[in-house]
């Protein structure tokens, strides 16, 4: 019950005394919807710039949700309309450029409407459906639609994930390496969008008929097969950022999304398949990243936490993780994992909450202290929320 009342508060933007069943049911959804546009179908940062790779993971939380409660699912489901309506009228354009903080590249999206006067071929960038540059982003929202599909049985849901698989699977074995490219620039091999092609594929074939769901299996396990043999998992059993120009693990952090999507990967492959070596593999990893990417309290970090400087893609990582985890969880119970959501989403509570103006608001620190709240990172403590709700 406790957990029932804590998601209420961290969603609905309820004090803790007002966090009951009748404020849940009525408002769920409403905190992180602060930042929702509906017009555009897309989430803004405090700045007002638009989210995209961000937006498909929040799609995917407020879809979880709302599998867990039928006042969430009321509430979330026009919203998931309004972003399968209009957020590709509104996207942004995305680029790559030089970074050093996170891996070799990292992305910059220029809002639509500040487009004008550049190329027409930045203008029509991505211009059908969820389709753009990056086939992380794009996967991003096809899971996010597998999720719609899941709560709502819309077919165009999960008819737009099976379009974005197409996109992503004709570039299969493009690069030197193997795999799938980060980008259509081709700049670089990384483990995040390769795992989440693994990912799509193990979702989507649990959702198809049996007369087409082997074609998705078959992907999915040649693609494990491929990033297995990468060496991008490393000795500790994690995964690193990617793979260096010889095709060699790159030694870049080992952010947590990466082991978040893997889990959820290895776990909907086993549900596919039956196969337990898969479930073997993801417990390495979740093990591993449970008793290392943590502070000395237990709570899930990245290195930006450790320094107290997250920001922009780095804020939507965690929630990444305790969302595999729960994944794995689901097919393989294991007390030290359930513990482990429960501690973190105990903090987030104790240590990560402001009330302001009658919202309860969550920073990106779950071990604190509370820093200033945004979309990225309330949906973050929301998926670590909606996991403890789930295994409870």
């Known amino acids: 019950m406790y957990i029932y009342f804590l998601t209420a508060a961290i969603v609905a933007g309820a004090t803790l005394v007002q966090a009951d069943a009748s404020s849940y049911n009525q408002n769920a959804g409403d905190q ?15 700045s007002n710039n638009p989210y995209w790779w961000q937006g498909g993971n929040m799609l995917t939380t407020l879809a979880l949700f ?3 409660d039928s006042g969430v699912a009321s509430q979330v489901t026009p919203v998931i309309n309004q972003i399968y309506t209009n957020a590709p009228k509104n996207k942004p354009f995305a680029s790559a450029k030089q970074s050093s903080d996170i891996s070799a590249y990292e992305k910059v999206y220029i809002p639509r409407n500040k487009l004008a006067g550049r190329s027409p071929l930045l203008r029509r960038q991505g211009d059908v459906g969820f389709i753009n540059s990056f086939y992380d982003d794009e ?74 769901k082997q074609k998705y299996v078959n992907a999915a396990v040649n693609q494990w097969n491929w990033f297995k043999g990468t060496g991008m998992i490393n000795s500790q059993n994690l995964i690193n950022d990617g793979l260096d120009s010889n095709c060699r693990n790159n030694g870049h ?140």
């Not at 992180?32 to 405090?46: A, H, K």
């Not at 305790?322 to 359930?338: C, I």
């Not at 920073?363 to 295994?391: K, N, R």
């Open 253 to 392: 952090p080992t952010y947590t999304y990466n082991q978040g999507v893997i889990l959820s990967a290895l776990a909907k492959l086993y549900k596919a398949t039956g196969d337990g070596s898969y479930l073997d593999q993801a417990s390495l990893i979740a093990n591993a990243a449970i008793g290392t990417l943590v502070d000395s309290n237990g709570i899930l970090v990245d290195d930006c936490d450790k320094n107290k400087n997250c920001s922009g893609d780095g804020e939507q990582f965690k929630g990444v993780f305790t969302r595999g985890l729960r994944d794995l969880y689901d097919q393989r119970p294991t007390a030290s994992w359930k513990t482990f959501i429960e501690r973190n989403a105990q903090s987030i509570w104790n240590n990560d909450l402001a009330i302001q103006n009658g919202g309860c608001f969550n920073g990106a620190y779950w071990g604190g202290p509370y820093a200033t709240a945004d979309a990225s990172t309330q949906s973050c403590a929301l998926d670590t929320i909606v996991a403890a709700l789930a295994i409870n």
């Open 32 to 46: 992180l919807l602060r930042w929702f546009n509906s017009n555009t179908g897309l989430f803004y940062d405090n």
């Open 139 to 212: 996967a991003w929202w096809a899971l996010g639609f597998i999720a719609s599909w899941e709560l709502t049985g819309k077919i165009e849901y999960l008819n737009e994930a099976i379009y974005i698989w197409d996109d992503m699977t004709a570039a299969i074995g493009t690069t030197p390496c193997g795999g799938i490219w980060w980008d259509k620039a081709k700049t670089y091999v990384n483990a995040i969008a390769n795992e989440l092609y693994l990912h799509l594929s193990t979702a989507i074939a649990n959702n198809v008929g049996s007369d087409v």
């Open 66 to 68: 709302g599998k867990l």
